[in-house]
């Protein structure tokens, strides 16, 4: 692991996000059955997934810190006619930011999806994982920072 302990301990935020493209006939199919099947409620699921797997990041990813999460919101939303837009935010105070969290947790609720729904349609593609958003530590970055 690097080593972070000579780091101040500072405000982190972390925005990240995925597109799950399930087609246009299962998305209609999905927002008819209020996006219920028969495992359940599929965004709800999704949602919980999401942040459990933010909170054991550092299980899951070697040599990353465990850190405690003082946030962590994930929002799962219809993005155009085809495909859902999945986003993790994770904030916490600590020495080293909160990146793999919410790519973490998008990507783990992303899964979810594709987990509750793949029976109807198993060529859904989760599409687009990135860091849209992180501030706190040594810089700050947005897609319009980009060049």
């Known amino acids: 692991m690097v080593d972070v302990g000579a780091k101040a301990v500072t405000s982190r935020y972390a925005r990240a996000g995925c597109s799950i493209v399930l087609g246009s006939e299962l998305l209609c199919q999905l927002k008819e059955e209020g996006f219920q099947n028969k495992k359940g409620s ?10 459990m797997a933010a909170k054991q ?8 810190h465990p850190l405690p999460l003082d946030k962590c919101n994930v ?17 916490t105070s600590s020495r080293t930011g909160v990146e793999m969290e919410a790519l973490t947790g998008a990507s783990v609720a992303a899964l979810t999806v594709y987990d509750m729904c793949k029976g109807l349609n198993p060529a859904i ?4 994982l990135q860091l849209e958003e992180k501030r706190g530590g040594k810089s700050d970055f947005s897609p319009t920072q980009t060049s």
């Open 42 to 51: 599929i965004l709800n699921t999704a949602i919980l997934a999401g942040i």
């Open 57 to 64: 990041t550092s299980s899951l990813i070697p040599l990353c």
């Open 75 to 91: 929002k799962i939303d219809p993005h155009d006619d085809h495909s859902l837009k999945v986003e993790c935010e994770c904030s």
């Open 125 to 128: 593609e989760i599409t687009s």
